[in-house]
Protein backbone atom coordinates (compact mmCIF):
# COMPACT_ATOMS: atom_id res chain seq x y z
CA UNK A 1 0.00 0.00 0.00
CA UNK A 2 2.54 1.82 1.11
CA UNK A 3 4.68 1.44 -1.85
CA UNK A 4 1.82 1.73 -4.08
CA UNK A 5 1.75 5.01 -3.00
CA UNK A 6 4.65 6.03 -3.34
CA UNK A 7 4.65 5.27 -7.05
CA UNK A 8 1.18 6.17 -7.96
CA UNK A 9 0.77 8.66 -5.41
CA UNK A 10 1.28 11.89 -7.34
CA UNK A 11 -1.05 10.29 -10.37
CA UNK A 12 -3.50 9.60 -8.13
CA UNK A 13 -3.89 12.98 -7.02
CA UNK A 14 -4.09 13.93 -10.40
CA UNK A 15 -6.22 11.09 -11.59
CA UNK A 16 -8.52 12.16 -8.60
CA UNK A 17 -8.54 15.72 -9.63
CA UNK A 18 -9.76 15.29 -13.16
CA UNK A 19 -12.28 12.58 -11.61
CA UNK A 20 -13.66 15.51 -9.53
CA UNK A 21 -13.73 17.99 -12.42
CA UNK A 22 -15.76 15.78 -14.24
CA UNK A 23 -18.07 15.04 -12.29
CA UNK A 24 -18.94 17.93 -10.53
CA UNK A 25 -19.09 19.79 -14.35
CA UNK A 26 -21.56 17.26 -15.20
CA UNK A 27 -23.60 17.64 -11.89
CA UNK A 28 -23.28 21.58 -12.51
CA UNK A 29 -24.85 21.50 -15.63
CA UNK A 30 -27.71 18.95 -14.47
CA UNK A 31 -28.76 20.88 -11.34
CA UNK A 32 -28.60 24.24 -13.77
CA UNK A 33 -30.99 22.69 -16.31
CA UNK A 34 -33.15 20.25 -14.67
CA UNK A 35 -33.96 21.99 -11.42
CA UNK A 36 -35.64 25.01 -13.62
CA UNK A 37 -37.01 22.49 -16.15
CA UNK A 38 -38.38 20.66 -13.36
CA UNK A 39 -40.30 23.91 -11.52
CA UNK A 40 -41.47 24.88 -15.04
CA UNK A 41 -42.96 21.16 -15.36
CA UNK A 42 -45.41 21.61 -12.28
CA UNK A 43 -47.07 24.85 -13.99
CA UNK A 44 -47.71 23.00 -17.39
CA UNK A 45 -49.77 19.32 -16.50
CA UNK A 46 -49.55 17.70 -19.79
CA UNK A 47 -46.06 17.90 -20.58
CA UNK A 48 -44.52 16.99 -17.18
CA UNK A 49 -45.27 13.72 -17.95
CA UNK A 50 -43.50 13.48 -21.06
CA UNK A 51 -40.53 14.70 -20.15
CA UNK A 52 -40.25 12.74 -16.94
CA UNK A 53 -40.44 9.64 -19.08
CA UNK A 54 -37.95 10.92 -21.78
CA UNK A 55 -35.25 11.33 -18.95
CA UNK A 56 -36.57 8.39 -17.44
CA UNK A 57 -35.59 6.66 -20.93
CA UNK A 58 -32.22 8.82 -21.52
CA UNK A 59 -31.24 6.69 -18.25
CA UNK A 60 -31.96 3.50 -19.47
CA UNK A 61 -28.92 4.03 -22.15
CA UNK A 62 -26.83 1.74 -20.70
CA UNK A 63 -23.11 4.05 -19.96
CA UNK A 64 -20.69 2.69 -22.52
CA UNK A 65 -23.21 3.26 -25.33
CA UNK A 66 -24.15 6.42 -24.25
CA UNK A 67 -20.28 7.54 -23.96
CA UNK A 68 -19.63 5.89 -27.13
CA UNK A 69 -22.34 8.07 -28.85
CA UNK A 70 -21.01 10.99 -27.68
CA UNK A 71 -17.64 10.72 -29.81
CA UNK A 72 -18.76 11.38 -33.02
CA UNK A 73 -20.49 14.51 -31.86
CA UNK A 74 -17.77 15.71 -29.21
CA UNK A 75 -14.79 13.67 -30.07
CA UNK A 76 -12.79 12.20 -27.29
CA UNK A 77 -11.76 13.73 -24.31
CA UNK A 78 -13.42 15.49 -21.25
CA UNK A 79 -16.11 16.97 -22.58
CA UNK A 80 -18.35 14.00 -24.37
CA UNK A 81 -17.82 12.46 -20.77
CA UNK A 82 -18.77 15.63 -19.33
CA UNK A 83 -22.31 15.61 -21.63
CA UNK A 84 -23.12 11.70 -21.05
CA UNK A 85 -23.33 11.86 -17.22
CA UNK A 86 -24.67 15.19 -17.31
CA UNK A 87 -27.57 13.40 -19.14
CA UNK A 88 -27.08 10.76 -16.72
CA UNK A 89 -27.56 13.30 -13.92
CA UNK A 90 -30.64 14.51 -14.98
CA UNK A 91 -33.69 12.28 -14.15
CA UNK A 92 -33.20 11.93 -10.51
CA UNK A 93 -32.70 15.50 -10.13
CA UNK A 94 -35.68 16.36 -12.63
CA UNK A 95 -38.10 14.02 -11.00
CA UNK A 96 -37.38 15.05 -7.60
CA UNK A 97 -37.47 18.76 -8.15
CA UNK A 98 -41.51 18.15 -9.29
CA UNK A 99 -42.25 16.10 -6.64
CA UNK A 100 -41.24 18.52 -4.19
CA UNK A 101 -42.77 21.39 -6.16
CA UNK A 102 -45.73 19.44 -6.58
CA UNK A 103 -45.74 18.43 -2.91
CA UNK A 104 -45.93 21.90 -1.79
CA UNK A 105 -49.27 22.50 0.22
CA UNK A 106 -51.65 24.45 -2.10
CA UNK A 107 -52.45 26.54 0.92
CA UNK A 108 -49.19 27.69 0.86
CA UNK A 109 -49.51 28.84 -2.44
CA UNK A 110 -52.77 30.17 -2.11
CA UNK A 111 -51.42 32.25 0.77
CA UNK A 112 -48.33 33.68 -1.16
CA UNK A 113 -50.27 34.74 -4.00
CA UNK A 114 -53.19 36.48 -2.10
CA UNK A 115 -51.06 38.28 0.47
CA UNK A 116 -49.08 40.32 -3.05
CA UNK A 117 -46.57 37.51 -3.99
CA UNK A 118 -44.96 38.17 -7.68
CA UNK A 119 -44.63 34.83 -9.01
CA UNK A 120 -40.84 35.17 -8.85
CA UNK A 121 -41.38 35.95 -5.05
CA UNK A 122 -43.79 33.34 -4.03
CA UNK A 123 -41.30 30.68 -5.83
CA UNK A 124 -37.57 32.37 -3.93
CA UNK A 125 -39.40 33.07 -0.16
CA UNK A 126 -41.94 29.86 -0.36
CA UNK A 127 -42.08 26.92 -2.79
CA UNK A 128 -38.31 26.35 -3.19
CA UNK A 129 -37.21 26.64 0.21
CA UNK A 130 -39.99 24.23 1.16
CA UNK A 131 -39.13 22.06 -2.02
CA UNK A 132 -35.64 22.08 -0.88
CA UNK A 133 -34.68 19.21 0.74
CA UNK A 134 -36.35 17.18 -2.15
CA UNK A 135 -34.71 18.74 -4.43
CA UNK A 136 -31.67 18.27 -2.52
CA UNK A 137 -31.80 14.69 -1.99
CA UNK A 138 -32.24 14.24 -6.01
CA UNK A 139 -29.02 16.04 -6.03
CA UNK A 140 -27.18 13.81 -3.94
CA UNK A 141 -28.54 10.62 -5.72
CA UNK A 142 -27.19 12.15 -9.01
CA UNK A 143 -23.72 13.00 -7.30
CA UNK A 144 -23.41 9.84 -6.32
CA UNK A 145 -24.04 8.39 -9.77
CA UNK A 146 -22.27 10.21 -12.03
CA UNK A 147 -19.19 9.89 -9.68
CA UNK A 148 -19.32 6.23 -9.97
CA UNK A 149 -20.23 6.23 -13.69
CA UNK A 150 -17.23 8.78 -14.34
CA UNK A 151 -15.00 5.83 -13.84
CA UNK A 152 -16.35 4.62 -17.87
CA UNK A 153 -15.28 8.35 -18.62
CA UNK A 154 -11.71 6.94 -18.71
CA UNK A 155 -12.69 5.08 -22.02
CA UNK A 156 -13.13 7.62 -24.09
CA UNK A 157 -10.26 9.70 -22.91
CA UNK A 158 -11.67 11.84 -20.70
CA UNK A 159 -9.03 10.75 -17.73
CA UNK A 160 -10.22 10.22 -13.79
CA UNK A 161 -10.06 7.10 -11.49
CA UNK A 162 -10.88 5.16 -14.44
CA UNK A 163 -7.40 4.87 -15.69
CA UNK A 164 -5.77 3.13 -13.16
CA UNK A 165 -9.20 0.84 -12.99
CA UNK A 166 -8.44 0.26 -16.77
CA UNK A 167 -5.06 -0.32 -17.10
CA UNK A 168 -5.24 -2.93 -14.00
CA UNK A 169 -7.78 -4.85 -15.96
CA UNK A 170 -5.70 -4.42 -19.09
CA UNK A 171 -2.60 -5.55 -17.32
CA UNK A 172 -3.81 -8.12 -14.61
CA UNK A 173 -2.95 -5.99 -12.29
CA UNK A 174 -5.19 -5.78 -8.84
CA UNK A 175 -3.17 -3.10 -6.77
CA UNK A 176 -4.02 -0.90 -9.94
CA UNK A 177 -7.74 -1.76 -9.93
CA UNK A 178 -7.89 -1.59 -6.24
CA UNK A 179 -6.01 1.55 -6.34
CA UNK A 180 -8.88 3.30 -8.76
CA UNK A 181 -11.73 1.73 -6.93
CA UNK A 182 -11.15 2.20 -3.68
CA UNK A 183 -10.53 6.34 -4.13
CA UNK A 184 -14.50 6.16 -6.47
CA UNK A 185 -16.28 4.33 -3.32
CA UNK A 186 -14.46 6.81 -0.91
CA UNK A 187 -15.01 9.98 -2.99
CA UNK A 188 -18.41 9.13 -3.76
CA UNK A 189 -19.26 8.63 -0.06
CA UNK A 190 -17.51 11.30 1.06
CA UNK A 191 -19.10 13.77 -1.61
CA UNK A 192 -23.10 11.96 -0.08
CA UNK A 193 -21.56 12.61 3.17
CA UNK A 194 -21.24 16.36 2.52
CA UNK A 195 -23.89 16.80 0.08
CA UNK A 196 -26.29 14.82 3.20
CA UNK A 197 -25.11 17.71 5.52
CA UNK A 198 -26.09 20.19 3.17
CA UNK A 199 -29.82 18.85 2.67
CA UNK A 200 -29.77 19.01 6.42
CA UNK A 201 -29.02 23.02 6.15
CA UNK A 202 -31.34 23.86 3.42
CA UNK A 203 -34.69 21.78 5.10
CA UNK A 204 -36.39 24.40 7.45
CA UNK A 205 -36.05 23.54 11.25
CA UNK A 206 -39.51 23.02 11.34
CA UNK A 207 -39.47 19.85 8.39
CA UNK A 208 -37.02 18.32 10.18
CA UNK B 1 -68.57 53.49 0.31
CA UNK B 2 -65.20 51.44 0.77
CA UNK B 3 -65.96 48.89 -1.97
CA UNK B 4 -68.47 48.29 -4.08
CA UNK B 5 -69.38 45.82 -6.61
CA UNK B 6 -71.73 45.81 -9.54
CA UNK B 7 -73.63 43.48 -12.06
CA UNK B 8 -70.56 40.85 -11.11
CA UNK B 9 -70.50 37.82 -13.37
CA UNK B 10 -68.67 35.15 -13.79
CA UNK B 11 -68.56 32.10 -15.90
CA UNK B 12 -66.40 29.43 -16.71
CA UNK B 13 -64.93 28.49 -19.67
CA UNK B 14 -67.13 25.07 -19.31
CA UNK B 15 -70.46 27.38 -19.21
CA UNK B 16 -70.96 26.51 -15.38
CA UNK B 17 -71.81 30.40 -14.14
CA UNK B 18 -70.49 30.60 -10.62
CA UNK B 19 -71.74 33.91 -9.64
CA UNK B 20 -74.48 35.93 -11.72
CA UNK B 21 -75.46 39.83 -10.98
CA UNK B 22 -73.92 40.00 -7.66
CA UNK B 23 -74.28 43.46 -6.44
CA UNK B 24 -72.96 44.82 -3.27
CA UNK B 25 -71.68 48.10 -1.40
CA UNK B 26 -69.96 47.53 1.70
CA UNK B 27 -69.20 50.67 3.67
CA UNK B 28 -66.23 50.78 6.12
CA UNK B 29 -66.19 48.63 9.11
CA UNK B 30 -68.50 46.86 8.68
CA UNK B 31 -68.58 43.00 8.78
CA UNK B 32 -70.03 41.09 5.71
CA UNK B 33 -70.91 37.55 5.75
CA UNK B 34 -70.98 35.27 2.07
CA UNK B 35 -73.42 32.13 3.43
CA UNK B 36 -74.72 29.81 1.56
CA UNK B 37 -74.63 26.06 0.25
CA UNK B 38 -71.06 24.85 -1.34
CA UNK B 39 -71.53 25.84 -5.12
CA UNK B 40 -73.32 28.95 -4.01
CA UNK B 41 -70.63 30.98 -5.12
CA UNK B 42 -69.27 32.99 -2.31
CA UNK B 43 -65.63 32.27 -2.44
CA UNK B 44 -65.71 32.60 -5.83
CA UNK B 45 -66.94 36.32 -5.34
CA UNK B 46 -64.69 36.55 -2.90
CA UNK B 47 -61.43 35.95 -4.49
CA UNK B 48 -62.63 38.32 -7.00
CA UNK B 49 -62.09 40.86 -4.59
CA UNK B 50 -57.99 40.70 -4.72
CA UNK B 51 -58.22 39.51 -8.10
CA UNK B 52 -57.58 35.74 -7.37
CA UNK B 53 -59.95 35.57 -9.77
CA UNK B 54 -61.06 37.64 -12.54
CA UNK B 55 -65.04 38.45 -13.31
CA UNK B 56 -66.38 37.67 -16.66
CA UNK B 57 -68.12 40.99 -16.30
CA UNK B 58 -68.95 43.68 -14.11
CA UNK B 59 -66.23 46.10 -11.88
CA UNK B 60 -65.30 46.44 -8.78
CA UNK B 61 -64.45 49.37 -6.83
CA UNK B 62 -62.07 50.10 -3.92
CA UNK B 63 -62.99 53.77 -2.70
CA UNK B 64 -64.03 54.52 -5.89
CA UNK B 65 -61.23 53.20 -8.05
CA UNK B 66 -61.54 50.20 -10.42
CA UNK B 67 -59.49 47.48 -9.74
CA UNK B 68 -59.18 45.77 -12.49
CA UNK B 69 -57.49 49.19 -13.55
CA UNK B 70 -54.75 48.28 -10.48
CA UNK B 71 -51.72 46.36 -10.55
CA UNK B 72 -53.26 42.74 -8.92
CA UNK B 73 -49.61 42.60 -6.93
CA UNK B 74 -50.29 46.09 -4.81
CA UNK B 75 -53.78 45.37 -4.99
CA UNK B 76 -52.84 41.68 -2.69
CA UNK B 77 -50.91 43.47 -0.61
CA UNK B 78 -53.40 46.50 0.18
CA UNK B 79 -56.13 43.73 0.95
CA UNK B 80 -56.09 41.43 4.41
CA UNK B 81 -56.43 37.72 3.20
CA UNK B 82 -57.24 34.72 5.38
CA UNK B 83 -57.56 31.02 3.84
CA UNK B 84 -59.34 28.06 6.10
CA UNK B 85 -56.15 26.05 6.01
CA UNK B 86 -54.01 28.72 7.66
CA UNK B 87 -51.26 29.14 5.05
CA UNK B 88 -49.00 30.26 7.18
CA UNK B 89 -45.26 29.71 5.57
CA UNK B 90 -44.31 26.42 7.42
CA UNK B 91 -40.35 27.15 7.15
CA UNK B 92 -40.52 31.12 8.73
CA UNK B 93 -41.18 31.99 12.25
CA UNK B 94 -44.17 33.22 13.40
CA UNK B 95 -42.35 36.67 13.30
CA UNK B 96 -40.97 36.25 9.55
CA UNK B 97 -44.78 35.44 8.72
CA UNK B 98 -45.91 38.50 10.21
CA UNK B 99 -43.70 40.22 8.52
CA UNK B 100 -44.18 39.04 4.94
CA UNK B 101 -46.17 41.96 3.48
CA UNK B 102 -44.93 44.29 4.90
CA UNK B 103 -41.42 43.53 3.88
CA UNK B 104 -43.24 42.75 0.44
CA UNK B 105 -43.79 46.74 0.98
CA UNK B 106 -40.12 47.47 1.74
CA UNK B 107 -40.66 48.80 5.47
CA UNK B 108 -37.44 48.65 7.43
CA UNK B 109 -36.59 46.03 9.71
CA UNK B 110 -37.08 48.14 13.04
CA UNK B 111 -40.81 49.24 11.38
CA UNK B 112 -41.48 45.48 10.93
CA UNK B 113 -40.16 43.98 14.46
CA UNK B 114 -42.44 46.25 15.97
CA UNK B 115 -44.70 45.78 13.95
CA UNK B 116 -44.61 42.01 14.83
CA UNK B 117 -44.78 42.63 18.23
CA UNK B 118 -47.61 44.92 17.76
CA UNK B 119 -49.68 41.84 16.32
CA UNK B 120 -48.91 39.12 18.71
CA UNK B 121 -49.92 41.34 21.09
CA UNK B 122 -53.43 42.18 19.25
CA UNK B 123 -53.78 38.00 18.86
CA UNK B 124 -53.16 37.98 22.74
CA UNK B 125 -50.35 35.22 22.41
CA UNK B 126 -47.07 35.84 24.23
CA UNK B 127 -43.85 37.63 22.26
CA UNK B 128 -42.17 34.58 22.68
CA UNK B 129 -43.71 33.03 20.23
CA UNK B 130 -42.45 35.31 17.57
CA UNK B 131 -39.14 32.83 17.41
CA UNK B 132 -41.35 29.51 17.19
CA UNK B 133 -42.47 27.83 13.88
CA UNK B 134 -46.08 27.65 13.06
CA UNK B 135 -45.77 24.05 13.26
CA UNK B 136 -45.02 24.41 17.46
CA UNK B 137 -48.30 26.37 17.49
CA UNK B 138 -51.83 24.21 18.24
CA UNK B 139 -54.36 25.05 15.35
CA UNK B 140 -56.17 28.10 17.17
CA UNK B 141 -52.78 29.55 17.97
CA UNK B 142 -51.29 29.29 14.38
CA UNK B 143 -54.82 31.06 12.84
CA UNK B 144 -54.62 33.55 15.34
CA UNK B 145 -51.44 34.31 13.42
CA UNK B 146 -53.18 34.20 10.31
CA UNK B 147 -55.48 36.28 11.23
CA UNK B 148 -53.23 39.10 12.31
CA UNK B 149 -51.08 38.94 9.80
CA UNK B 150 -53.77 39.91 7.44
CA UNK B 151 -53.42 43.19 9.62
CA UNK B 152 -49.60 43.31 10.25
CA UNK B 153 -49.53 46.67 6.90
CA UNK B 154 -52.71 48.01 8.07
CA UNK B 155 -54.98 46.59 5.49
CA UNK B 156 -58.45 47.53 5.72
CA UNK B 157 -60.26 45.25 3.91
CA UNK B 158 -59.68 41.83 5.17
CA UNK B 159 -61.21 38.81 3.61
CA UNK B 160 -61.59 35.65 5.13
CA UNK B 161 -62.67 32.37 3.70
CA UNK B 162 -63.70 29.52 6.08
CA UNK B 163 -61.12 31.09 8.23
CA UNK B 164 -62.27 28.69 11.24
CA UNK B 165 -64.19 25.70 9.61
CA UNK B 166 -61.47 23.71 10.73
CA UNK B 167 -61.01 24.57 14.35
CA UNK B 168 -63.10 23.28 17.13
CA UNK B 169 -66.10 24.58 18.81
CA UNK B 170 -64.40 26.43 21.79
CA UNK B 171 -61.05 27.59 19.78
CA UNK B 172 -63.83 28.66 17.05
CA UNK B 173 -65.70 31.02 19.23
CA UNK B 174 -62.72 32.42 20.93
CA UNK B 175 -61.30 33.52 17.26
CA UNK B 176 -64.58 35.09 16.61
CA UNK B 177 -64.42 37.16 19.17
CA UNK B 178 -61.08 38.14 17.82
CA UNK B 179 -62.59 39.10 14.80
CA UNK B 180 -65.02 41.03 16.53
CA UNK B 181 -63.02 43.24 18.19
CA UNK B 182 -60.87 43.82 15.15
CA UNK B 183 -64.39 44.70 13.22
CA UNK B 184 -65.38 46.91 16.28
CA UNK B 185 -62.85 48.18 17.93
CA UNK B 186 -59.43 48.90 14.61
CA UNK B 187 -63.01 49.42 12.81
CA UNK B 188 -61.55 47.08 10.06
CA UNK B 189 -63.80 45.83 7.21
CA UNK B 190 -64.46 42.12 6.93
CA UNK B 191 -65.81 40.09 3.99
CA UNK B 192 -66.25 36.84 5.65
CA UNK B 193 -66.93 33.76 3.85
CA UNK B 194 -68.67 30.53 5.99
CA UNK B 195 -71.27 28.09 6.05
CA UNK B 196 -71.65 28.62 9.69
CA UNK B 197 -74.75 29.91 10.00
CA UNK B 198 -74.36 30.90 13.75
CA UNK B 199 -70.77 32.26 13.24
CA UNK B 200 -72.45 34.55 10.13
CA UNK B 201 -75.50 35.51 12.52
CA UNK B 202 -73.02 36.26 15.52
CA UNK B 203 -70.78 38.53 13.59
CA UNK B 204 -72.20 40.23 10.78
CA UNK B 205 -73.38 43.81 10.29
CA UNK B 206 -74.84 42.19 7.12
CA UNK B 207 -75.50 38.92 5.83
CA UNK B 208 -74.96 37.99 2.43
CA UNK B 209 -76.97 34.68 1.34
CA UNK B 210 -76.17 33.31 -2.09
CA UNK B 211 -77.68 29.77 -3.71
CA UNK B 212 -76.27 29.04 -7.18
CA UNK B 213 -74.46 31.97 -7.98
CA UNK B 214 -76.81 34.67 -7.01
CA UNK B 215 -77.96 37.05 -3.97
CA UNK B 216 -80.95 35.78 -2.39
CA UNK B 217 -81.41 37.95 0.70
CA UNK B 218 -78.97 40.76 1.84
CA UNK B 219 -79.82 42.13 5.10
CA UNK B 220 -78.62 42.17 8.96
CA UNK B 221 -78.65 39.27 10.70
CA UNK B 222 -81.83 40.91 12.55
CA UNK B 223 -84.17 41.28 9.70
CA UNK B 224 -83.09 37.85 8.14
CA UNK B 225 -84.27 36.12 11.19
CA UNK B 226 -87.14 38.13 11.52
CA UNK B 227 -88.55 38.08 8.03
CA UNK B 228 -86.11 35.59 5.86
CA UNK B 229 -86.68 35.78 2.19
CA UNK B 230 -88.03 32.58 1.08
CA UNK B 231 -88.01 29.17 1.83
CA UNK B 232 -84.40 28.68 1.02
CA UNK B 233 -83.54 31.11 3.40
CA UNK B 234 -85.28 29.40 6.36
CA UNK B 235 -84.15 26.16 5.27
CA UNK B 236 -80.61 27.70 5.69
CA UNK B 237 -81.37 29.08 9.20
CA UNK B 238 -83.37 26.67 10.36
CA UNK B 239 -86.68 26.47 11.73
CA UNK B 240 -84.99 25.67 15.40
CA UNK B 241 -82.55 29.00 15.26
CA UNK B 242 -85.41 31.60 14.03
CA UNK B 243 -87.86 30.38 17.37
CA UNK B 244 -84.63 30.19 19.49
CA UNK B 245 -83.68 34.01 18.40
CA UNK B 246 -87.01 35.18 19.23
CA UNK B 247 -85.23 36.38 22.66
CA UNK B 248 -82.36 38.22 20.71
CA UNK B 249 -84.60 39.89 18.17
CA UNK B 250 -87.91 40.98 19.74
CA UNK B 251 -87.73 43.99 21.60
CA UNK B 252 -89.84 44.35 24.69
CA UNK B 253 -91.90 46.91 22.75
CA UNK B 254 -93.00 43.76 20.91
CA UNK B 255 -94.34 41.38 23.28
CA UNK B 256 -96.20 44.20 25.55
CA UNK B 257 -99.58 45.49 26.21
CA UNK B 258 -100.52 48.31 25.04
CA UNK B 259 -102.34 50.37 27.39
CA UNK B 260 -101.71 49.65 30.62
CA UNK B 261 -104.05 50.54 33.79
CA UNK B 262 -102.30 54.07 35.20
CA UNK B 263 -103.54 56.75 37.39
CA UNK B 264 -102.61 60.54 38.06
CA UNK B 265 -101.02 60.76 41.83
CA UNK B 266 -103.44 64.07 42.24
CA UNK B 267 -106.26 61.31 41.85
CA UNK B 268 -107.76 59.91 45.01
CA UNK B 269 -108.28 56.67 46.74
CA UNK B 270 -112.02 56.00 45.77
CA UNK B 271 -110.57 56.87 41.97
CA UNK B 272 -108.42 53.86 41.98
CA UNK B 273 -110.40 51.40 43.38
CA UNK B 274 -112.56 52.14 41.11
CA UNK B 275 -110.02 52.39 38.00
CA UNK B 276 -108.62 48.85 40.29
CA UNK B 277 -112.75 47.42 39.60
CA UNK B 278 -112.86 48.68 36.44
CA UNK B 279 -109.44 47.17 34.85
CA UNK B 280 -109.79 43.87 36.62
CA UNK B 281 -106.05 44.61 38.19
CA UNK B 282 -104.81 44.46 41.42
CA UNK B 283 -101.79 47.00 40.54
CA UNK B 284 -101.90 50.38 39.20
CA UNK B 285 -99.24 52.24 38.10
CA UNK B 286 -98.90 55.68 39.15
CA UNK B 287 -97.59 58.50 36.14
CA UNK B 288 -97.81 62.24 35.97
CA UNK B 289 -99.71 64.42 34.18
CA UNK B 290 -97.13 64.20 31.37
CA UNK B 291 -96.99 59.97 31.42
CA UNK B 292 -93.68 59.90 33.37
CA UNK B 293 -93.66 56.54 35.34
CA UNK B 294 -93.69 57.66 38.88
CA UNK B 295 -94.18 54.36 41.00
CA UNK B 296 -97.38 51.82 41.71
CA UNK B 297 -100.08 51.46 44.11
CA UNK B 298 -101.37 47.71 44.96
CA UNK B 299 -104.63 46.69 46.35
CA UNK B 300 -102.32 45.80 49.57
CA UNK B 301 -101.19 49.30 50.45
CA UNK B 302 -104.64 50.32 49.96
CA UNK B 303 -106.47 48.31 52.07
CA UNK B 304 -104.86 49.86 55.00
CA UNK B 305 -106.07 53.40 54.61
CA UNK B 306 -109.72 54.49 55.59
CA UNK B 307 -110.01 58.13 54.32
CA UNK B 308 -111.26 57.56 50.49
CA UNK B 309 -110.18 60.83 49.72
CA UNK B 310 -106.23 60.32 50.36
CA UNK B 311 -104.30 61.37 47.64
CA UNK B 312 -102.93 58.75 45.05
CA UNK B 313 -99.59 60.02 45.32
CA UNK B 314 -99.67 59.45 49.49
CA UNK B 315 -99.56 55.89 49.15
CA UNK B 316 -97.65 55.47 45.75
CA UNK B 317 -95.30 53.02 45.88
CA UNK B 318 -91.77 54.65 44.49
CA UNK B 319 -89.47 51.91 44.20
CA UNK B 320 -90.58 50.36 40.84
CA UNK B 321 -88.95 48.12 38.49
CA UNK B 322 -88.95 49.39 34.56
CA UNK B 323 -87.41 48.09 31.55
CA UNK B 324 -86.56 50.04 28.36
CA UNK B 325 -89.31 49.57 25.17
CA UNK B 326 -86.26 48.68 22.79
CA UNK B 327 -84.30 46.89 25.30
CA UNK B 328 -84.00 43.32 24.06
CA UNK B 329 -85.98 40.57 25.69
CA UNK B 330 -83.05 38.26 25.19
CA UNK B 331 -81.14 41.37 27.59
CA UNK B 332 -83.57 41.81 30.13
CA UNK B 333 -85.54 38.68 30.27
CA UNK B 334 -83.50 36.99 33.37
CA UNK B 335 -83.76 40.90 35.31
CA UNK B 336 -87.35 40.52 34.67
CA UNK B 337 -87.60 36.98 36.51
CA UNK B 338 -85.48 37.38 39.06
CA UNK B 339 -87.36 40.40 40.32
CA UNK B 340 -90.44 37.98 40.80
CA UNK B 341 -93.22 39.98 39.79
CA UNK B 342 -96.23 40.01 37.94
CA UNK B 343 -95.86 42.86 35.67
CA UNK B 344 -93.26 45.20 34.48
CA UNK B 345 -93.97 48.71 33.17
CA UNK B 346 -92.40 49.60 30.37
CA UNK B 347 -91.14 53.18 29.68
CA UNK B 348 -89.24 54.46 26.58
CA UNK B 349 -86.24 56.71 26.63
CA UNK B 350 -87.90 59.55 28.41
CA UNK B 351 -89.50 57.78 31.19
CA UNK B 352 -92.44 57.93 29.61
CA UNK B 353 -95.03 54.96 30.40
CA UNK B 354 -95.74 52.81 26.91
CA UNK B 355 -97.07 49.65 28.09
CA UNK B 356 -96.57 46.61 29.90
CA UNK B 357 -95.28 43.22 29.93
CA UNK B 358 -96.61 40.29 31.95
CA UNK B 359 -94.69 37.68 33.11
CA UNK B 360 -96.62 35.08 31.13
CA UNK B 361 -95.84 36.29 27.97
CA UNK B 362 -91.94 36.69 28.70
CA UNK B 363 -92.32 32.79 29.96
CA UNK B 364 -93.91 31.49 26.80
CA UNK B 365 -91.07 33.48 25.26
CA UNK B 366 -88.17 31.86 27.13
CA UNK B 367 -89.89 28.27 26.91
CA UNK B 368 -90.19 28.30 23.32
CA UNK B 369 -86.54 29.52 22.88
CA UNK B 370 -85.17 26.84 25.49
CA UNK B 371 -87.87 23.77 24.20
CA UNK B 372 -87.14 25.28 20.23
CA UNK B 373 -90.73 24.73 19.03
CA UNK B 374 -93.76 26.57 19.62
CA UNK B 375 -95.50 25.22 22.17
CA UNK B 376 -98.81 24.39 19.92
CA UNK B 377 -97.34 22.77 16.35
CA UNK B 378 -101.05 22.76 15.34
CA UNK B 379 -101.44 26.68 15.77
CA UNK B 380 -98.62 28.48 13.72
CA UNK B 381 -99.90 31.26 14.55
CA UNK B 382 -99.37 31.62 18.24
CA UNK B 383 -99.52 34.89 20.49
CA UNK B 384 -95.95 35.39 19.73
CA UNK B 385 -95.73 34.94 16.01
CA UNK B 386 -98.99 36.85 15.92
CA UNK B 387 -96.55 39.56 17.76
CA UNK B 388 -94.02 38.95 15.91
CA UNK B 389 -95.69 39.81 12.11
CA UNK B 390 -97.71 42.50 14.44
CA UNK B 391 -94.43 44.12 15.52
CA UNK B 392 -93.27 43.96 12.39
CA UNK B 393 -95.69 45.80 10.45
CA UNK B 394 -96.57 48.40 12.63
CA UNK B 395 -93.18 48.90 14.29
CA UNK B 396 -90.66 48.22 11.80
CA UNK B 397 -89.33 51.54 11.95
CA UNK B 398 -89.42 52.12 15.45
CA UNK B 399 -87.28 49.09 16.37
CA UNK B 400 -84.79 49.89 14.00
CA UNK B 401 -83.50 53.13 16.03
Redesign the interface.
Known amino acids: MIHFLQVYGMQLIDKTGQHLYISAAALLLGIVVAVPLGILLTRMKHGANAVITLAGVLQTIPAMALLAMMIPIFGIGSTPAIVALFIYSLLPILRNTYLGMEGV ?1 P ?2 R ?9 WW ?1 SMI ?2 EI ?2 AAPVIMSGIRLSATYVIAWATLASYIGAGGLGDFIFNGLNLYRSDLILGGSIPVILLALLVDYLLGKLENTVT ?4 R | MLLSMEHLRKEYPNGKIAVDDFNLEVDRGEFISFIGTSGSGKTTTMRMINRMLHQTSGTIKIDGKDISKMDPVKLRRSIGYVIQNIGLMPHMTIQENIEIVPKLLGWSKEKRAEQAKKMIDLAQLPAEMLNRYPGELSGGQQQRIGVVRALAADQEIILMDEPFGALDPITRESLQDLVKHLQEDLGKTFIFVTHDMDEALHLSTRVVIMSHGKQVQVDTPENILRHPADEFVTNLIGEERLIRAQPNILSVSQIMLKNPAAITPDKTLDDAIDLMHDRRVDTLLVTDADGVLQGYVDLDDINRITDATTPVSRFTNKEVFYVQANALIGDTVDRILKQGVKNVPVVDAKKHLVGIVTRTALVDIVYDALRGAPANDEQPASPINADIHAAATHEGGESSQ
Open positions: SAVDAAKGMGMTQRAPLPRQL
